[in-house]
């Protein structure tokens, strides 16, 4: 198995970094502009890039702390795996550690994906800190 992982110290508040990646406005102002998602535990979200489409089940919501997701439909190698953001209040920032985990092996695309995930998560950081992400 491999597993992508990324931290980074976004400086805004866990409730307002937890907001943007729950809602769909927040998910649809960092990560997809075209966003279709519920804050419920068992509710399949669902980001359209285009022709491609990511479907992600939420398994677990912990306000201000964690959020897992799973991957029902995206490429072959995303389904099954699962994305988790752990947040960490550390003086009124919030300490973000990201893992897109499960992966059979480390391929190409996976190489792809943690770069764009970490792009991703800048993104996030911005729009937390600034007000302006930058989506797809």
Known sequence: MADIR?????????AEVYHAITTQEGLSHWWCRNTVAKTETGFVNRFSFGKFVIEMKIMQLAPTQKVVWECLAATEEWIGTKVTFDLEDKDGNTVLRFG???????TDLFAVCSFDWAMFLRSLKLLCETGEGEPQ
């Not at 990324?6 to 866990?14: D, S, V």
């Not at 897109?100 to 480390?106: P, Y």
């Open 100 to 106: 897109h985990t499960g992966w059979e092996t480390q």
């Open 6 to 14: 990324h931290k980074l110290t976004i400086k805004a508040a866990p």
